[in-house]
């Protein structure tokens, strides 16, 4: 039997629906105050169930008669006061996780890392498997975190655990809703108006789903891939997500400074109301950065893989949040 953690999330759920659908027998962690999202409702082959990842001796049940697991559980945010918590459940629930593989003699493990757990480069070059993550103080908590909890699976791997560690890039997908990346395109929904000169990579999510069960079913161990589609300048994102919308695109560009201001000016508006803002420090400077990944390694391993193209993704998403 399969044990996939994080079975709720966005990810997770994508990645239980294609076992699934592959005739494979599933049994998919989540926590007793967790949603079942609606792709994985009257399931009746799939067997739920509750424990929290933090929770080393619930997990222990979880594991019985395991024999191939998928690690997606981890808590992604960029709030100054999710950092201990994230911490422990990213780096302590993986911890958990690879211990509780090793001592069940589990076959596999599939662990899901992030882009955000791998070094730069000096030269504007695509970052590959190759950079070495190295702390310089720039570094934001859910890096830190995604790069300590790849540490724990390095760990197992060297005490003879079977295991592949997976970095995709930023996940995309119709089923995403309003939270997570969908967030981005529902703000877009709202009418942007503002850009900035960042850029990234993204994957749909059901690339990274399929990717990750041909890993599993490889011969391959010890080994890390990026996982990413395509990089695309954010302006360019908004515009497309613009034109699937039917508005017009973003077209003030934003200046650093601005940004400096504008989430400092959300963090005292904070204090004064309660509410939360989805503009922090971190995510205020991620908008700037101008990242790019390349895959090349992956495509080695899996020459006939093909990504969906973010174009039809971000059409996808928009689709969906229109309905």
Request: aromatic letters at 10%; a positive charge.
């Amino acid at each position: 039997m399969i044990l996939v953690t994080g079975a709720t999330g966005f990810l997770g759920s994508e990645l239980v629906k294609r076992l699934l659908e592959s005739g494979e027998k599933v049994r998919a962690l989540k926590r007793k105050t967790s949603a079942i999202p609606f792709i994985l409702q009257n399931k009746e082959s799939l067997e739920w169930f509750d424990a929290d990842i933090l929770d080393y001796f619930a997990l222990e049940s979880a594991f019985e008669n395991i024999s191939h697991v998928y690690h997606c559980a981890a808590l992604l945010s960029f709030a100054a006061e999710d950092k201990k918590k994230q911490f422990r459940i990213n780096k302590e629930g993986t911890h958990h996780i690879v211990n509780l593989c090793a001592d069940n003699n589990v076959k596999k493990l599939v662990h899901v890392s992030s882009v955000a757990a791998l070094g730069q480069t000096k030269h504007d070059l695509a970052i590959t498997e190759k950079e070495q993550w190295e702390y310089d103080g720039t570094q934001q908590g859910y890096s830190i975190s995604k790069y300590e909890s790849e540490m724990e699976v390095w760990r197992a791997i060297a005490e003879g655990l079977n295991a592949v560690i997976v970095n995709p890039s930023i996940i995309i997908g119709k089923n995403s809703g309003a939270s997570g990346s969908g967030q981005l395109f529902e703000t877009i929904k709202k009418g942007l108006k503002f850009y900035t000169s960042g850029s990234n990579g993204f994957i749909d999510v059901e690339d990274v789903a399929k990717a990750m069960i041909l890993i599993m079913k490889s011969d391959i161990t010890a080994e890390r891939f990026v996982l990413n589609a395509e990089n695309w300048k954010l302006k360019d994102v908004f515009a497309e997500a613009a034109k699937e919308f039917n508005i017009s695109p973003p077209t003030i560009k934003v200046r650093p400074w601005m940004m400096e201001i504008a989430w400092r000016a959300g963090e005292l508006l904070s204090l004064l109301n309660g509410k939360k803002y989805g503009l922090t420090k971190d995510t205020a400077r991620n908008a700037f950065k101008k990242m790019k990944y390349s895959d090349v390694k992956f495509r080695q391993y899996f020459p006939g893989f093909s990504y969906k193209p973010i174009k039809t993704s971000i059409k996808e998403v928009c689709n969906a949040l229109k309905r």
